[in-house]
């Protein structure tokens, strides 16, 4: 079974830069897009970034949009959220999601078939 695993969480200071790592595990998979979501306490999961896996193209929600950049490592076969300028409000939970089958949804939760199991990302002020 395929997974997809979060890792980088950690704490850091407004202002600062941080960096958050997805990559599968388990048996190969094709994906169209893989996503970051992000969910803090008592609130919603909202959408964060997305890049399609095979022509790498970008897209990013309008709270992080010049802040945050989504790339991918092929020699780690992974995907890299970069995070700068963190301010408090970008304290959450950090969730990576595959996208396997098509779908129109690229911001919705709907649209991701393989989730991780989240990496916490703290920004002190």
């Known amino acids: 079974q395929v997974q997809l695993i979060e890792s980088g969480g950690g704490l850091v200071q407004a202002g600062g830069s941080w960096s958050v790592s997805c990559a599968p595990s388990?048996?190969?998979?094709?994906?169209?897009?893989i996503a970051w979501f992000r969910q803090a306490p008592g609130k919603e999961r909202e959408f964060v970034a997305r890049i399609t896996w095979k022509t790498s193209i970008t897209y990013y929600a309008d709270s992080v949009k010049g802040r945050f950049t989504i790339s991918r490592d092929n020699a780690k076969n992974a995907v890299i959220l970069q995070m700068n300028s963190l301010k408090p409000a970008d304290t959450a939970l950090y969730y990576c999601?595959?996208?396997?089958?098509?779908?129109?949804?690229?911001?919705?939760?709907?649209?991701?078939?393989?989730w991780g199991q989240g990496t916490q990302v703290t920004v002190s002020s």
């Open positions: 999601a595959a996208s396997v089958r098509f779908s129109v949804a690229i911001t919705a939760i709907q649209g991701y078939d393989v």
């Open positions: 388990g048996r190969t998979f094709s994906a169209n897009a």
